[in-house]
């Protein structure tokens, strides 16, 4: 079985400081990860993923996540967060010994970044 | 180019009628996805569309709700008897194919509400 926790239902940073939100997994095998983000009224865009190599991912729109295999997480970065990353961040894993290609989401992890 | 749409963007129906609900993926997707949102909550996945292969459905949550795909175009998800429980926002995703690393691209959802 796969899953995936969110830790905070909420994130609220001052705009021009680092930005993190939390993500860790659990999966029998290796993990595929991803972390995805949505605007109000929106479908989710993609930001970035891990799937084999550099432990440090980098993204879209600045972000970065960090695989780190003995904890388990795959925590979201930014080192300088905007008004406009205000949004719901999903983080999702899938399990790549899993039979088919379903991604088990987060329960979402709202950011307010304040002016 | 185009990405995933879906119609209609918004749905009021009556417990008890059924609805249906389109997927268009990205041309020349192999892999369709469907899955579910509820207020405040994270994806719940449905069901799995993998080009010619069987889909696989062990996320309908119930035999109320079934889909079909035909080819690698359209989809359509169906909920009969629809109840107030199944009031949220569906969203369809698409990839080029059916490898596990593949980014899933969504849709903007249907948000659907039963009255």
Known sequence: AQSVAQP???????????LTVKCTYSVSGNPYLFWYVQYPNRGLQFLLKYITGDNLVKGSYGFEAEFNKSQTSFHLKKPSALVSDSAL????????????NKLTFGGGTRVLVKP | GA???????NKVTEKGKDVELRCDPISG???????????????????????????????????????????????TLTIQRTQQEDSAV?????????GGT??????????????
């Open chain 2, 102 to 115: 593949e980014t899933q691209y969504f849709g903007p959802g249907t948000r659907l509400l039963v009255l």
């Open chain 1, 8 to 18: 905070e239902d909420q994130v609220n940073v001052a705009e021009g400081n680092p």
């Open chain 2, 90 to 98: 569906y969203l369809c995703a698409s990839t080029p194919n059916t």
């Open chain 2, 3 to 9: 990405g995933v749409s879906q119609s209609p963007s």
């Open chain 1, 89 to 100: 961040y999903f983080c999702a894993v899938r399990d790549i010994r899993a039979a088919g």
């Open chain 2, 29 to 75: 997707h192999t892999a369709l996805y469907w899955y579910r949102q509820r207020l405040g909550q994270g994806l719940e996945f449905l069901i799995y569309f993998q080009g010619n292969s069987a889909p696989d459905k062990s996320g309908l949550p119930s035999d109320r709700f079934s889909a079909e795909r035909t080819g690698e175009s359209v989809s």
